[in-house]
């Protein structure tokens, strides 16, 4: 057997480096930008990985009402956790079905969840990143969902704020959720400028 870090004591760590790096009131910017073709808008992904329905349909609800016209396409930026690992070491790619992890994307539905369950070890998606972009496509009757990066200089049109650390503490630590507590260990990684947020974590503790 190989030896692993006990997860559900590294999370305490990472709650703890959240509080004194992020502060208890942080949220998490999620936001929507014209995108280079017609009908097209792009998502930024930025770490909110507790999409759920009612802040989708408040991100449709604000584009609708942005002046974007008809939007044909929507597409994601996943770029925001660039040079960090999609499973970790020591994260078996069943689990993922399992429903203990999901591959990490800077976005998700329910920690990869979906839409229709918010808690619990049932089966996570594989594409966690692309489901955001189809839930607000569906929401807006566009046709086609892909991942691209935010055009430079685009214009935005809508964003939506996750809840605030806090509460998103809560739910990770309650349910022990791998996904909530790596996605909360990647922002104080990137709030310092570095991608590896285990030594971010140690960092701040110290």
């Not at 997860?7 to 992020?22: C, D, F, N, R, V």
């Not at 689990?95 to 369950?117: S, W, Y």
């Amino acid at each position: 057997a190989a030896p692993l870090r006990p997860a559900s004591t590294t999370k305490i760590l990472t709650a703890a480096a959240a509080i004194l790096e992020l502060g208890p009131r942080d949220t998490v910017t999620t936001s929507v930008y014209r995108g280079t073709g017609p009908g097209e808008v792009v998502i930024k992904a930025a770490g909110d990985v507790w999409m759920n329905a009612e802040r989708l349909d408040e991100l449709a609800a604000a584009l609708t009402s942005s002046g974007a016209g008809q939007i044909q396409k929507v597409a994601i930026d996943l770029s925001q956790w660039d040079g960090m690992p999609e499973l970790l070491p020591g994260w078996d790619p069943r689990d993922i079905d399992g429903g203990f992890v999901a591959p990490l994307k800077p976005a998700m539905l329910n920690g990869g969840r979906g839409l229709t369950e918010e808690s619990g070890d049932v089966p996570r998606s594989h594409t966690p990143g692309l489901d955001v972009a189809q839930a607000l496509a569906d929401r807006l009757g566009a046709a086609e969902v892909s991942v691209a990066a935010v055009p430079a200089d685009a214009e935005l049109l809508a964003s939506v704020q996750s809840p605030d650390l806090v509460s998103r503490l809560e739910v990770m630590m309650k349910n022990s959720d791998n996904v909530f507590a790596e996605a909360i260990g990647r922002e104080v990684a990137l709030s310092r400028g570095v991608t590896d947020a285990p030594a971010a974590t140690l960092a701040v503790l110290a």
